[in-house]
Each structure stands twice: as structure tokens, then as C-alpha cells.
């Protein structure tokens, strides 16, 4: 049965950084791009990056660029997300997702996405 596991989240104070992995069994994950998604409590569900299948190229969400960075491994079948300069407005459930491309996931809304993790919370506070 396909699944994704995100793993990584926890505690950190602000200025901190975190490394996110998302995890696929089941299928194989080099045949997806592979979104980042956060929702925060009352708040819609945003995307904050999409990888492409080889890993070529990588979109943002503007709030983020230049302080996360994704990554995969296909050979691993993983996916990361290295976040740095971590701000309390980043504090979330991080869920990572395949998708046929990443043209079909943005800031605030997305389709075909046949697969979804249950999420990671980061929590970013002194």
C-alpha cells in the first residue's frame, strides 16, 4: 500500500533549524514531484515547496525562499526538507505529498495529489 512518512519535526527556538524527511513505501517515488505542505491551527493548508522528479528544480513559497531548502533521494526514496533561520510563523504540521507535477501545487491550493503523509509538527518558540 502506498504510503509517506514524514519524520524530523519537534522544538526549536527561533533562528534554529530543522531537517525534515518524508519517507515513500509502497510506490515508487521517483515517478512523482513531491510537494511540502504546513497547516497551522486555524489557518488553510499552504504549499511550501515542490521538488520535480530528478530533483532538477524547486519551487518556493515566498516566505521561505532562501531559508528552506528541498531535496530528495531517489535511490533512497526520500525527500527532505532542510529548514534554517526558523521564525515562530513557521510553526506547523509539515505533510509532504506526491504529485504528477509541480505545476499543480500552489501557495494556496492544489490537485492531483494521489498521495499524502500524515505530518510532522515543528514548533518554533523560546
Known amino acids: 500500500q502506498p504510503q509517506l512518512v514524514e519524520s524530523g519535526g519537534g522544538l526549536v527556538q527561533p533562528g534554529g533549524s530543522l531537517r525534515l524527511s518524508c519517507a515513500a513505501s509502497?510506490?515508487?517515488?521517483?515517478?512523482?514531484?513531491i510537494g511540502w505542505f504546513r497547516q497551522a491551527p486555524g489557518k488553510e493548508r499552504e504549499g511550501v515547496s515542490c521538488?520535480?522528479?530528478?530533483?532538477?528544480?524547486?519551487n518556493y513559497l515566498d516566505s521561505v525562499k532562501g531559508r528552506f531548502t528541498s531535496s530528495r533521494d531517489n535511490a533512497k526514496n526520500t525527500v527532505y526538507l532542510q529548514m534554517n533561520s526558523l521564525k515562530p510563523e513557521d510553526t506547523a504540521d509539515y505533510l509532504c505529498?506526491?504529485?504528477?507535477?509541480?505545476?499543480?501545487?500552489?501557495?494556496?491550493?492544489?490537485?492531483?495529489?494521489?498521495?499524502w503523509g500524515k505530518g510532522t509538527l515543528v514548533t518554533v518558540s523560546s
Open positions: 509502497g510506490f515508487t517515488l521517483k515517478t512523482y514531484a
Open positions: 505529498a506526491a504529485t504528477y507535477s509541480c505545476s499543480n501545487i500552489g501557495p494556496s491550493e492544489y490537485y492531483g495529489v494521489p498521495y
Open positions: 521538488i520535480d522528479r530528478n530533483g532538477g528544480s524547486v
